[in-house]
């Protein structure tokens, strides 16, 4: 009886992926609407618009012909749904703002809605296998829901992994940065000129956000709130100190070459603190290995010799 509902499992799921791949033809419900690609070229002009002095959009789904732009509906409003139930939205925005990925809490929610679907559907295909076999017990029933479990909390792990990675390139790149626009200063040049110089002689993540505050400055908006919008995004408090530094000589022409030297200085003491600390953690990690492996490991082959000559009667 088992072996006869798996098997119906079996092709109603492939008549499920048949009935997909022709609701896929359709219509191309998974494009961006005209109003998202337009968006980042339209300067906003009313005050409380969206973020870095853009328009903001709205990202709703946009009706089209076909059964596509229903089930794209639907998928929407169940995505919502998950970012209703989940929550964390601080928390992940600033994970996605510091790993510089697009698209907001929405497009991140579809994606751990699609990791959810496609580890329920690896779940059900293990559920299905083990029923042909013949092995399948009561506790594989569960397989799915822990597998959709299991993508959901893998999407957000990565994004965290993301972030993680991103902060620590940007914290090794801030002294340098931070030295190169102190000998522009140094030089004579205003601050936007020594941001725009080592903006385009440079390439790195820091300099990205530097470029994004440069490009706004040029565009209209204040270099203080283009700096201000970096600190914002990054949230590290090695560069919201510089910022800080930076935005009170916009405001009050304070001198900058020698402070931001002594703030290249200690990013450099933070990066040898943190290096410490991160070869104290290896260590520790190098002696697992060592403690459960290696010595376990050599204590047998010291003692079974021995043991083997005593059972023996020999020596």
Not at 11 to 22: K, Q, V
Request: proline share 4%.
């Amino acid at each position: 009886m088992m072996t006869d509902a798996a098997i119906a499992v079996l092709f109603g799921a492939a008549f499920g992926l048949g009935c997909w791949m022709l609701l896929g033809l359709t219509a191309r419900w998974g494009a961006m609407s005209l109003a998202a690609r337009v968006g980042p070229y339209v300067r906003d002009v009313v005050a409380g618009g969206g973020g870095a002095g853009f328009v903001d959009v709205g990202s709703g789904p946009v009706a089209g012909p076909g059964s596509g732009a229903v089930l794209r509906a639907a998928l929407l409003q169940l995505r919502g749904r998950i970012t209703g139930i989940l929550g964390g939205s601080e928390s992940i925005e600033r994970r996605l703002e510091q790993a510089a990925r697009q698209g907001g809490i929405e497009r991140f929610r579809g994606i751990q809605l699609l990791c959810a679907l496609l580890g329920l559907l690896a779940g059900a295909v293990c559920v299905v296998v083990f029923a042909l076999a013949g092995v399948l017990r009561p506790p594989a029933l569960v397989l799915p829901i822990v597998a959709g479990a299991v993508g959901v909390v893998a999407c957000d792990l990565f994004l965290s992994s993301a972030a993680r990675r991103r902060v620590s390139r940007i914290q090794e790149e801030l002294p340098t940065v931070l030295e190169f626009l102190s000998l522009c200063l140094a030089a004579g040049e205003g601050l936007l000129d020594s941001l725009r110089r080592v903006t385009a002689v440079g390439a790195g993540e820091f300099l990205g956000e530097l470029r994004i505050a440069v490009i706004d400055a040029g565009t209209g908006s204040s270099l203080a709130d283009g700096l201000g919008g970096v600190a914002r995004r990054l949230q590290m408090p090695a560069v919201t100190r510089a910022v800080d530094q930076l935005v009170a000589a916009i405001e009050r022409g304070a001198p900058l070459a020698a402070v931001l030297q002594a703030q290249a200085a200690d990013a450099r003491e933070d990066a040898k603190r943190v290096l410490i600390e991160r070869a104290g953690k290896n260590e520790i990690g190098m002696l697992v290995p060592l403690v459960f492996l290696i010595l376990p490991l050599s204590v047998v082959f010291a003692i079974f010799p021995a043991g083997q000559l005593l059972q023996l009667g020999i020596g």
